[in-house]
């Protein structure tokens, strides 16, 4: 069966240091990834997702970036963080119409 | 643009209190619509696809239907374990792989 990490569960960081999390699948191949944040009140907000290795699509114009340096491991990151990046963030990966989501991290930043 | 509007936002039942959760559309082409089930904390659980209207999917205390403009998702005889967040998103013909999500609805179901 198939599995979604996502690490870490929670982190505080302040403004202007960078960032890092990461999500990675077990038990499946070639998976379309994807990026999301959710706010409270604002629902779901895609990110980025990849179709494949170090293919990359962005939907969102934002301080944040995504890569994908194996075929199933998906980064976020940013080089110095605002306070509006805070909020719940998801990965979550599909093969054909489903998304499945990881546990996501809840990004505090101070 | 495609949009997702759910309804009520919130919505507070009694145990054994039947009710439906409401996921209108606006799409240029419909190519599946999922309903998903999130507790507080934690990722979205998949729980249906539906791709055609007159489509029904059952789980349990839940049953999905979708019509050419909307969805529903029936809850019959909700139990406390039933309480989350219900989340509905759509895939469109022009939305590659992306899907678009509602805001959600709150279910609290009291014993």
């Known amino acids: 069966s198939q599995t979604i990490h996502q690490w870490p569960a929670t982190l505080v960081q302040p403004v202007g240091s960078p960032l890092s999390l990461e999500c990675t699948v077990e038990?499946?191949?070639?998976?379309?990834l994807y990026w999301y944040r959710q706010a409270a009140g604002r629902g779901l907000q895609l990110l980025f997702y990849?179709?494949?290795?170090?293919?990359i699509s962005s939907e969102v114009p934002q301080n944040l970036s995504a890569s994908r340096p194996q075929d199933r491991q998906f980064i976020l990151s940013s080089k110095k963080l605002l306070l509006s990046d805070s909020g719940f963030y998801l990965c979550?990966?599909?093969?054909?119409?489903?998304?499945?989501f990881g546990p996501g991290t809840r990004l505090t930043v101070t | 643009e495609d949009q997702v509007t759910q309804s009520p936002e919130a919505l507070r039942l009694q145990e054994g209190e039947s009710s439906s959760l409401n996921c209108s559309y606006t799409v240029s082409g419909l190519r599946g619509l999922f309903w998903y089930r999130q507790d507080p904390g934690k990722g979205p659980e998949f729980l249906f696809t539906l791709y055609s209207a007159g489509e029904e999917k059952e789980k349990e205390r839940l049953k999905a239907t979708l019509t050419k403009k909307e969805s529903f998702l029936h809850i019959t005889a909700p139990k406390p374990e039933d309480s989350a967040t219900y989340l509905c998103a759509v895939r469109t013909r022009g939305g590659s792989e992306k899907l678009v999500f509602g805001k959600g609805t709150k279910l609290t179901v009291n014993p």
């Open positions: 038990g499946t191949s070639n998976p379309n």
């Open positions: 979550a990966w599909s093969r054909f119409y489903e998304q499945y």
């Open positions: 990849s179709v494949g290795i170090g293919q």
